[in-house]
């Protein structure tokens, strides 16, 4: 069992930044952020392996969102940078327990609780 607890999310302007903090508790083999905008589909972020050293990313963020794991912490972060109204959604901390690659992005099978982060024009 694995459970996850975000922190970080909020509003912030056109271009500027956010980190958000995901605490996981249980042996996981990745750990990934989705995020689910109003009115649209949850979509997959961003993703770290269990070493840390895997990342793998959207297209729609790469260059701009960086993902990162202490793994003494058990903790993964999300370093959005340059962020863009089009940012704006819930954003959900996910593992993963089975041993498939990070960029197989449908097996993620734990979930935290979202936390909003909201990018004003």
């Known amino acids: 069992q694995v459970q996850l607890v975000e922190s970080g999310g909020g509003l912030v302007q056109a271009g500027g930044s956010l980190r958000l903090s995901c605490a996981a508790s249980?042996?996981?083999?990745?750990l990934g952020w989705f995020r689910q905008a109003p009115g649209k589909e949850r979509e997959f972020v961003a993703a770290?392996?269990?070493?840390?050293?895997?990342?793998y990313y959207a297209d729609s963020v790469k260059g701009r969102f960086t993902i990162s794991r202490d793994i003494a912490k058990n903790t993964v972060y999300l370093q959005l940078n340059s962020l863009k109204p089009e940012d704006t959604a819930v954003y959900y901390c996910?593992?993963?327990?089975?041993?498939?690659?990070?960029?197989?992005?449908?097996?993620?099978?734990?979930w935290g609780q979202g936390t909003q982060v909201t990018v004003s024009s």
């Open positions: 249980g042996r996981n083999y990745g």
């Open positions: 770290i392996s269990g070493s840390g050293v895997g990342t």
């Open positions: 996910s593992a993963k327990s089975t041993r498939t690659s990070i960029s197989y992005t449908y097996d993620y099978d734990y």
